[in-house]
């Protein structure tokens, strides 16, 4: 509440999570700035609805950090920001797959997640706040080819790119390296809390 109705920057530069006041562009203040364990390359994330947490993208950490997270599976990481004077890396959602992951986008409090070979995961953050409230409700792979790393190999690139998931129509289009672009929609079912 306290910066309400102002221009608020988050800056994911590399191993840590930035926050600045850019309402004066003259004059942008820091807000914090905060390191995080097994970070790599801190890539992108984004506010839920409410603007209290994130979720937040390291795209080398599961190549880097292999052995750390479970032979590299995807990590997304969650951020209580209700103070952005001093934003908690609260937790972290395990996905099951051993992928790097890259963009990611939040609508209507569904996470749309671009993980490289593991496709489109699509994460529920309705109850964001709560232990284990980031549930997946969807996925697609779009180059099932490429398979998972195998012999303790770290997860490598291919697959998805990136997602746009603002079309009024529910269309999401996902981009992918090898095959082009698909033209998703999320069934109804999977959206309800």
Known sequence: ARYTGQEICLSFNEDRLAIFDATD??????????????SSYCHQGWFNDAQTHLLMNDELDEMTF???????RTRTLIWDVSDLEKPIHSGDFNHPEKAVDHNLYIVDNIGYLSNYRAGLKVLSVTDIAKPDGVTQIGKFDCSPELGE???????QFGGTWSNYPYFKSGVIA???IEHGLFLLKLNSDAAKP
């Open 66 to 72: 292999t052995s750390q997270l479970e032979g590299g």
């Open 174 to 176: 996902l981009s992918n």
């Open 149 to 155: 790393p195998t012999n303790g190999d770290a997860p």
């Open 25 to 38: 562009k003259q004059n942008v203040k820091t807000l914090s700035v905060t390191p995080y364990d097994l």
